[in-house]
Nanobody, 123 residues
Framework: QVRVAESGGGLVQPGGSLTLSCSASGSIFSIDLMAWYRQVPGKQRELVANITSEDNPVYSESVNGRFTISRNNPWNTVYLQMNSLKPEDTGVYYC?????????????????WGQGTQVTVSS
């Protein structure tokens, strides 16, 4: 069993900063990618940033230069440092992970999602 869980959401004023964390736990063999997505009501979930085992971060155009994704070593946690927050950054932020885990006598690669954490940018 593998579990992915986020923390760190909340209410922040425009221009402020917030850091999200996401940790993976369970029967993990390796983590191949971890990412942050966000979703607002009525819209599709969109990619915010991701990072791979080769440490290559990718950012959406809307957050590039303001957000930083990073991970710990050995890898089980990914962070999203969000600076210069704007009201349009408001949404539920979800952690996504591509993880190879120990299955029934074999390794299995699967996608996992956290439950989401609310980020609200408002004065």
């Amino acid at each position: 069993q593998v579990r992915v869980a986020e923390s760190g959401g909340g209410l922040v004023q425009p221009g402020g900063s917030l850091t999200l964390s996401c940790s993976a736990s369970g029967s993990i063999f390796s983590i191949d990618l971890m990412a942050w997505y966000r979703q607002v009501p009525g819209k599709q979930r969109e990619l915010v940033a991701n990072i791979t085992s080769e440490d290559n971060p990718v950012y959406s155009e809307s957050v590039n230069g303001r957000f930083t994704i990073s991970r710990n070593n050995p890898w089980n946690t990914v962070y999203l440092q969000m600076n210069s927050l704007k009201p349009e950054d408001t949404g539920v932020y979800y952690c996504h992970a591509e993880i190879t885990s120990y299955g029934l006598g074999s390794l299995q690669e699967s996608n996992y999602w956290g439950q989401g954490t609310q980020v609200t940018v408002s004065s």
